[in-house]
Nanobody
Framework: VQLQASGGGLVQAGGSLRLSCTVT????????MGWYRQAPGKERELVAT???????DVAEAVKGRFIVSRENAKNTVYLQINSLKPEDTAVYYC?????????????????WGKGTLVTVSS
């Protein structure tokens, strides 16, 4: 199983960015998909998850600016980041499963993608 993320880059503060990630490989069903991020010098944090039924869980710190969505037919998850701030600068990792994965749970994701770097300039 592979997770391939894309969409990172250098953006000015106040701008928007859309990350995408597609799951490929031998997996029958992707239950939950989501996004972690790790800012320089900080621990990784789970910022958003979405189940295959569309139930979303977004971290309070980014709620209102981060929008998670997915296309089940494509096993693809998106993260729309609006009103970008310099503190959003981080490597963003796509993750998937297990089914109980959510922002509010302490479950470690089963699958990880390689990160995509988002840099926000002030």
């Amino acid at each position: 199983v592979q997770l391939q993320a894309s969409g990172g880059g250098l953006v000015q503060a106040g701008g928007s960015l859309r990350l995408s990630c597609t799951v490929t490989g031998r997996i029958l069903r992707v239950n939950v998909m989501g996004w972690y991020r790790q800012a320089p010098g900080k621990e990784r944090e789970l910022v958003a998850t979405i189940s295959n039924s569309g139930m979303q869980d977004v971290a309070e710190a980014v709620k209102g600016r981060f929008i998670v969505s997915r296309e089940n037919a494509k096993n693809t998850v998106y993260l729309q980041i609006n009103s970008l701030k310099p503190e959003d600068t981080a490597v963003y990792y796509c993750v998937a499963d297990p089914p109980r994965l959510s922002v509010s749970s302490a479950i470690t994701p089963k699958y990880w993608g390689k990160g995509t770097l988002v840099t926000v300039s002030s």
